[in-house]
């Protein structure tokens, strides 16, 4: 398999899901060697542009790159003023005069991924759009899940939060529907969006029925302006309906694996001791993202499954 | 000079006519309406398979001078309409400066008698600088030549400014006309809110910002006896309230938009800006209730919302892009293609919607095809296909989501005071 963009994982296959995980697991082991690199994206060169301010998902793409010997360029755009589109188009016109093989987007509106592909000959990672989508953190979701379940067909998945803002919460539904998962939305009704439900999962508004029987607890991150705009009346009241703390977690299965996209907000989405209790995957999927993005970067670059190890 | 148009069914809804008769023009006039006319003097055009109306009218356009003429001009916007076979327009205020004085008035009915191709009259603002707090002197627009005043782009959020603007404007017997969106509840929103909102992780527009102020403005209405038209109708919500208000015998009118009643929210799956427009597309359920409310009549008017923008404002990201399109020139083609041949709509229901209807609003001695009135004309085929391209438009903007489509509903000639002013190449 080799697909030239990866905007969404609405639209991509579970056959190239399923390959990208197994791959992936394969480029662990290389990241987990003394000597973590490999030559097999030598002389290509990946951009990567980030006009909203990210340090795990830029620093993830970059290590990715850099460990399988492609150049790398990080362009910080600025996110102070409003970043007009013309600015955009002539920035892409740009960068592509410069021969580089991929870009790396990340953007706080949804759909320039998409407005990139139709405008550049490169290949285009979306690395999170706007509440669009944010596909390579849905891929590593489910490669940590699969880590520690050895599969994801059956599980119970409850994703809790700010559901109608989060592009983490609409890739990882995709992806878990595709693979078999069954997914429970966790939430205040103020923050989950309109006819969720036909994307093949149940909204629940209370957390305990919530976490109920879940195999996997993906906890999102809730942004402070959401109460700015009344979408919930204090920070405090937010934690003690949404907050998944150790007594809240007993809900769920004993041995489920609760995970965070980062940045936590401890204390009030998360309880430190859950954060960092035995359940908890989050360092983990930080190490994995590395992986899945070595992955994709690979396929994107047109490898071969078996050159990459020799 | 002379004109016999020969062999078309005339469709006069003023004058309850549908028929095959010819028109003869004489003197900018027209002079006789019959069967089997002849005059050897005349220029013949042969109306064969085409229906002969009323010139259009369209009372919701932007023509953007002055302050955005890289968008379009009186120009260009005149030569837009006459493309699509309206001969009037009413050109809405939010330029810059507003059009909220005397001398602005003025300047946009100079401009169209230097142009000298279609009439645009000028829609004054309800209020200074359309900022909704003190009113504009809405006697001295009446008598610069304004036909109607509206805050177009916002609603008069002020209940008591509004309630007075009812109230003043019924002085001049000109309507008000509202376009009706709550700027709390629409917020950030740049298309319907709801299933497709969802799925692109677009900020939702809720059909309660445009019910509520049509709700409210209603009610308005009623309490002042004002002449309220709501603009660019566009969810159920907004039908029902207005059934109601016509119920009760207000003096409220509506139209809607050609958009909303030929294409809905699913359109926009590819973050495509040409598909962004405010109110936004609705649901398929919606815009099968649009029909219904032109059929039913109550929605007594098309309008085209005709809103150009440049590429600069379009090719740029969805959030960050411009609200609306292009209208005047694909109109006809989509009325065609969504509300005549598939028998929503009879045509001359069709037709009274862009030329009686309006001109009744707006108290223009237009919009029929009666003997001595000015031969505002076209000659349209219903039938015959147009391939909506880029090229299409005379507009300076380009911005349509109708590009790429093949519609049926052809503007084959336009007479404007007895001279054509625009002639299809492919006639």
């Known amino acids: 398999m080799s697909f030239r963009h990866l905007i969404t994982l609405q639209e991509l296959p579970k056959e190239d899901i399923q390959e990208i995980l197994n791959l992936a697991q394969s480029f662990k082991q290389v990241i987990l060697r003394p000597i973590k690199k490999v030559p097999t994206l030598k002389g290509k060169t990946i951009v990567n542009m980030f006009f909203e301010p990210s340090t795990r998902t830029r620093t993830s793409f970059e290590l990715a790159a850099k460990r399988l010997s492609a150049d790398v360029l990080n362009i910080q755009m600025s996110t102070s003023s409003v970043v007009k589109g013309e600015t955009l188009l002539d920035t892409l016109a740009t960068i592509e005069a410069m021969q580089i093989d991929m870009v790396v987007i990340r953007h706080s509106a949804s759909g320039v991924p998409l407005f990139l592909t139709k405008n550049i000959k490169s290949s285009v990672i979306n690395a999170g759009d706007g509440m669009h989508e944010h596909p390579t953190q849905g891929l590593l979701d489910m490669f940590s899940i699969i880590e520690k379940k050895k599969k994801i067909e059956g599980l119970n998945v409850s994703i809790v939060g700010d559901i109608a803002h989060s592009r983490v919460a609409r890739s990882n539904i995709w992806g878990l529907t595709k693979m078999g998962a069954k997914v429970k939305v966790v939430g205040p009704t103020t923050l989950m969006p309109k006819e969720i439900e036909k994307l093949g999962v149940t909204v629940c508004n209370d957390l305990k029925e919530g976490l109920k029987d879940a195999d996997v607890v993906n906890i999102l991150r809730v942004q402070l302006e959401r109460q700015k705009k009344n979408l919930f009346p204090t920070l405090r009241e937010y934690a003690t309906l949404f907050g998944v703390n150790s007594e809240k977690l007993k809900y769920a299965k004993p041995d489920c694996v609760v995970m965070h996209p980062g940045p936590m907000n401890r204390g009030i989405e998360i309880s430190p001791n859950v954060a960092d209790g035995i359940n908890s995957v989050i360092n983990e999927q930080v190490t994995n993202g590395v992986a899945v993005r070595m992955a994709v970067l690979y396929l994107m670059g047109g490898g071969k499954k078996d050159e990459a190890f020799n | ?427």
């Open chain 2, 1 to 427: 000079m002379k004109l016999l148009i020969k062999n078309g069914i005339v469709v006069d809804p003023a004058n309850k006519t549908e028929e095959k008769l010819d028109v003869f023009v004489a003197n900018g006039k027209i002079f006789k309406i019959g069967r089997s006319i002849s005059d050897r003097d005349a220029m013949i055009i042969d109306a064969k398979n085409c229906i002969v109306s009323p010139g259009f009218i369209d009372m919701h356009s932007h023509f953007r001078e002055p302050g955005y003429e890289y968008k379009e001009t009186i120009e260009s916007g005149s030569r837009a309409a006459a493309k699509g076979g309206y001969t009037t327009v009413a050109c809405m205020p939010n330029t810059s400066p507003a059009i909220d004085n005397q001398a602005l008035v003025e300047f946009i009915n100079l401009k169209s008698k230097q142009v000298g191709l279609v009439d645009v009259h000028a829609i004054g603002s309800i209020t200074k600088g359309r900022e909704g707090k003190e009113l504009s002197p809405i006697g001295e627009l009446v008598k610069a030549g304004a036909v109607a005043i509206s805050d177009d782009g916002s609603s008069v959020m002020n209940s008591e400014i509004l309630r007075r603007a009812l109230e003043y404007a019924k002085m001049f017997n000109i309507p008000v006309i509202e376009h009706c969106e709550d700027p709390d509840l629409a917020g950030e929103g740049v298309m319907n809110e709801g299933y497709y909102s969802t799925l692109l992780g677009l900020k939702g527009i809720p059909k309660a910002a445009e019910e509520v102020i049509v709700a409210r403005d209603i009610l308005l209405a009623r309490e002042t006896g004002g002449r309220l038209h709501i603009a660019h109708v566009s969810t159920e919500g907004s039908i029902e309230l207005i059934k109601w208000a016509k119920k009760q015998g207000l003096n409220v009118t509506a139209e809607a938009a050609p958009h909303h009643f030929s294409l809905d929210e699913s359109t926009l799956k590819d973050y495509d800006t040409n598909f962004k427009m405010n109110p936004p597309l609705r649901t398929k359920e919606d815009v099968k209730l649009i029909r219904k409310a032109l059929k039913d009549n109550v929605i007594e008017v098309i309008a085209t919302d005709h809103a150009p923008h440049a590429e600069v404002d379009k090719r740029v990201e969805f959030n960050n892009a411009a609200y609306g399109i292009v209208g005047l020139e694909t109109a006809f083609p989509l009325i065609c293609e969504y509300l005549i041949r598939p028998g929503v709509l009879s045509l001359s229901q069709a037709i009274a919607k862009i030329t009686v209807n309006p001109a009744q609003i707006l108290n223009l001695k237009k919009g029929s095809l009666a003997v001595d009135q000015n031969a505002d004309i076209v000659v349209a085929n219903v039938d015959k296909e147009v391939k909506i391209t880029r090229d299409f438009f005379a507009s300076r903007s380009t911005n349509s989501p109708f590009i790429g489509k093949t519609l049926h509903g052809s503007v084959e000639y336009v007479i404007k005071k007895g001279k054509i002013i625009y002639q299809n190449a492919q006639a």
